[in-house]
């Protein structure tokens, strides 16, 4: 049954939207006839080549060669797209700049502003995707960043690209190993990076990690620094470094950019390598192209002249995915820093400074202010906000009513899943649904996503995996050093040979069509055979005001028995009494069952997370299970390794309970 409805948009919200301009097009072009949307989700699952080729169409994509086919097969991985067809994604993010208006604008915590127009944009990728050119950088070379989320990051994104390099970046506030362990896979020509940073209200130098990093990455021919903490930092490098602002000085009027096989290699992602090393993952320019202009217009309905923001950092798939919202003519908003420094109101006096019309955070950083009953629209004009989206984990039932009751009553609230592994959302917001309290509004258009019982069988009102049987244009085209794809076909087709197996588990609302993620399947708490979502045990817990984080984890023991501790962060002023401890129990067993009830309540400072925010519920298990630490965790890819401490120490004491 879905929650409460919390919001619908108005007859002029819908109409104005690009998803009725584009439902009018297939209307009159394809004599379709659609009038809603789940009917027109249905027609792009069901005939997937026509729906591509009707967003190529749609939106006029741009190519130097007419493509033979658009699909060669729905056979997964091995698929092809577009076969034929030459492109480059920089120059569609070019199509709609407004001349002399933003394409950016910056701020960070300590207060700098700077605005780039798309006249000023154009110019500087020329200038440094000129000096790549001229030091030798083609199309297929490797260029790599170690930057905060600055409009320097995205120029040097889009001179890569421009010229048909492969980028990859990582944020400055990952370890050096970690960055070795990401790059050095790829064999970088050029490392571009940043002397230092500043987060929450302290500086970190990065001068002494940025000459680590050259030393382990033999391939560099080329560093190039940001001087972003010091103007005087560049003499605390060695000499054959450059000053990036030296670079941006000598246009072309010649400068064009490099039309490229669809699916050539556009940039490289990671995946969060808290196991292992991180797998990486390649993406092309033709694919990403497709599914963001798709996403951008009709799932975020961003339009020209619009600011689009994102709390992200350049280690995150969302800041590669905050860069397409200038395929819509839109101005992007970056943001370097803590989104709660000076306090937890920093982003919200922001999006008021800057009218933001589209504002994008994780559902962490929510859960976080509903936590501290936080109010911003008593504090805060934020009517220019169209849009609220969430992201990095599922979105509690009570947060989607803190949203409307305390940020605003009038805004789209648009809960998003999807991953590094697509650089999208499968599941995500539509301007023809209501929002309904607890509840991802669709799936995304084109993506034939289901949940799938223990028989494989798609079934509808009840737990499931969620598998996509169908191919779409961005998934990888590969992992980077993958000899016969056997990374790739591990990571997704080996549970349900064919078909995509996210790991993640769904419940599909066949009334609304709406849908609620239950969390990490490869960490599900398997209860005396039965399934259970943390996300489950998070809601219910995340009730209780005296906790501030928690984290379950089930262990399958001996002889058919299991050991469910449930660990939790406590408020400052907070103890873990017995009544304390009962209230989660009963408040538990109430929302959901007996089976949901920990053997154990467990007091710890601090719940183990990934630099990109997200709970390490499978490698705890690994510790917890006896698995040697090395071969369980990479620390130096968590944003507070020092929380794995009390793990390790706990997982010695199981095998005596």
């Known amino acids: ?87 480059n994604y920089a120059e569609h993010l070019f199509r709609n700049a407004r001349a002399n208006q933003n394409a950016i604008v910056f701020g960070n915590e300590s207060g700098v502003r700077k605005e780039i127009s798309w006249t000023e944009l154009l110019s500087q990728v020329n200038s440094l995707s000129n000096y790549l050119r001229s030091i030798g950088v083609k199309k297929g070379d490797r260029v790599v960043a170690f930057l905060p989320n600055v409009p320097e990051a995205t120029i040097s994104f889009l001179a890569v690209n421009a010229i048909g390099a492969i980028w990859s970046s990582t944020s400055p506030d990952f370890g050096a190993e970690s960055v070795v362990d990401r790059f050095a896979q790829i064999k970088p020509k050029v490392l571009i990076a940043v002397d230092g940073y500043r987060y929450n209200g302290k500086p970190y130098g990065k001068v002494d990690v940025v000459k680590g990093i050259v030393k382990a990455l033999p391939s560099l021919e080329a560093v190039v620094v940001l001087p972003y903490m ?8 060695p000499d054959d470094y450059l000053n990036f602002y030296n670079l941006l000085d000598k246009p072309s009027s010649d400068f064009s950019f490099e039309a490229v096989d669809f699916d050539h290699p556009m940039w490289v992602l990671y995946s969060s390598g808290t196991t292992g090393l991180p797998k990486a993952i390649v993406h092309s320019h033709g694919g990403i192209l497709l599914e963001h202009l798709k996403y951008m217009a009709f799932h975020n309905d961003v339009h020209a002249g619009e600011l689009f923001f994102w709390f992200t950092t350049t280690g995150w798939m969302m800041w590669n995915f905050v860069q397409a919202a200038l395929l ?130 798609a079934v509808e009102d009840e737990l499931g995996e969620m598998v996509i049987d169908k191919p779409l244009p961005s998934m990888p085209i590969y992992f980077w050093n993958d000899p016969g794809q056997k990374k790739y076909l591990k990571s997704y087709f080996d549970y349900y040979p064919g078909k995509w197996r996210h790991g993640d588990f769904i419940k599909i609302n066949s009334k609304t069509k709406g849908l609620v ?115 369980s965790i990479n620390v130096d890819s968590m944003r507070n390794p020092e929380s794995v401490d009390f793990f390790i120490e706990f997982a010695s004491k199981i095998d005596k309970k």
């Open 1 to 87: 049954m879905s929650g409460k409805k919390l919001w619908e948009g108005s007859s002029q919200f819908k109409e104005n939207s690009h998803l009725k301009r584009y439902i009018d097009w297939l209307n009159t072009h394809k004599k379709l006839g659609f009038k809603g949307y789940h009917e027109l989700w249905t027609w792009s699952v069901s005939h997937v080549e026509d729906f591509w080729e009707s967003i190529w169409q749609f939106f006029e994509v741009q190519s130097k060669a007419s493509y033979t086919q658009v699909l060669s097969s729905e056979d997964m991985p091995e698929c092809k797209w577009f076969d034929g067809s030459k492109l």
């Open 230 to 237: 010091s103007e005087t930092s560049m003499q605390d490098f």
């Open 328 to 457: 819509m003519g839109s101005t992007i908003v970056l943001y370097d820093g803590s989104p709660t420094y000076p306090d937890i109101n920093a982003l919200w006096k922001f999006a008021e400074e800057l009218k933001i019309h589209h504002f994008g955070t994780s559902a962490p950083f929510l859960v976080h202010n509903m936590k501290n009953k936080n109010r911003p629209k008593s504090d805060f004009d934020l009517s220019t906000m169209r849009s609220l989206s969430s992201t990095g984990a599922p979105l509690p039932e009570e947060a989607f009513e803190y949203v409307y009751d305390n940020i605003s009553s009038d805004v789209w609230l648009c809960s998003m899943a999807g991953g590094t592994d697509v650089c999208t959302a499968f599941v995500g917001g539509t301007p023809y649904y209501p929002v309904h309290a607890g509840e991802i509004q669709c799936r995304a258009l084109g993506v034939s996503l289901y949940a799938y019982n223990d028989k494989g069988e």
């Open 517 to 631: 993620i239950y969390g990490r399947s490869d960490a599900t708490l398997n209860r005396h055979g039965i399934r259970i979502g943390t996300s489950e045990i998070y809601r219910s817990v995340g009730k209780i005001d005296a906790i501030d984080d928690a984290l379950i984890i089930n262990l399958e023991m001996d002889e058919g028995n299991h050991y469910m501790p449930l660990f939790v962060k406590l408020k400052s002023s907070a103890v873990l009494t017995d009544d304390l401890k009962k209230a989660i129990n009963t408040q538990l067993r109430k929302d959901n069952s007996p089976r949901h009830v920990p053997d154990e309540i467990i007091q710890v400072n601090d719940i183990p997370y990934t630099i990109s925010g997200k709970k390490m519920e499978t490698p705890i298990k690994k510790i917890l299970m006896g698995l040697a630490v090395d071969r």
